[in-house]
């Protein structure tokens, strides 16, 4: 199985942005990189997805490095809401998504 | 619109009964995963379904656990003679498929306590 490596936790002031890295080196060509984030008590939602470029939606922003080995959740603006396990994950078609322990991120008020 | 939705929200059983927890993916969903994650780990893949059929069951731990999908719709995942090991929350996905890398919905999950 291709696997990810996040850091166990970090920490962010309310309204500051948050970088979330991930390294990747053993990706293959039809990895696509998932992001998926749980809150407490809930199951786990989808954030972001891209392959080889850059993404951006209203959650977040994905930066993807050039030769796809490591990538980068970027949330903009923390907010408390945003307190919760993020998981970098990395599959290819819709094949089931193969959870890490994801990095646990606290957003201090 | 309406989610995924499972039943029940929770579940207490006595070690040895069996259970069954019921999974209604979003209309239109082709593809159908049970996971479940037990107290503060992470989450732990069991079965995936496409359509009625499921090309991956090498996520179930044990031959104590079976799962089905009729009409494309509604999956039951049965645990039989439940064990307290069993003990976790259950959660259910559902996304648009095959093909692309659909984004996965999840339910709320069933929580069940063996005791």
């Known amino acids: 199985d291709a696997k990810t490596t996040q850091p166990n936790s970090m920490e962010s002031n309310e309204e500051e942005p948050v970088h979330l890295p991930c390294n990747h080196s053993?990706?293959?060509?039809?990895?696509?990189i998932h992001w998926y984030r749980q809150l407490p008590s809930q199951g786990p939602e989808y954030v972001i997805h891209g392959l080889t470029s850059n993404v951006n939606n209203r959650m977040a922003s994905l930066a993807i490095a050039e030769d796809r080995k490591s990538s980068t959740l970027i949330l903009h603006r923390a907010t408390l809401r945003d307190a919760a396990v993020y998981y970098c994950i990395l599959a290819s078609g819709n094949t089931p998504l193969v959870f890490g322990k994801g990095t646990r991120l606290s957003v201090i008020a | 619109g309406a989610g995924v939705s499972q039943s029940p929200s929770n579940k207490v059983t006595e070690k040895g009964k069996d259970v069954e927890l019921r999974c209604d993916p979003i209309s239109g969903h082709t593809a159908l995963y049970w996971y479940r994650q037990s107290l503060g780990q992470g989450l732990e893949f069991l079965i995936y379904f496409q359509g009625n059929s499921a090309p991956d069951k090498s996520g179930l731990p044990s031959d104590r656990f079976s799962a089905e999908r009729t009409g494309g719709s509604v999956s039951t995942l049965t645990i039989q003679r439940t064990q307290q090991e069993d003990s976790a929350v259950y959660l259910c996905?559902?996304?648009?498929?095959?093909?692309?890398?659909?984004?996965?919905?999840f339910g709320p999950g069933t929580r069940l306590t063996v005791t």
């Open positions: 996905a559902s996304s648009l498929g095959p093909g692309l890398p659909y984004e996965q919905y």
């Open positions: 053993t990706i293959s060509g039809t990895d696509y």
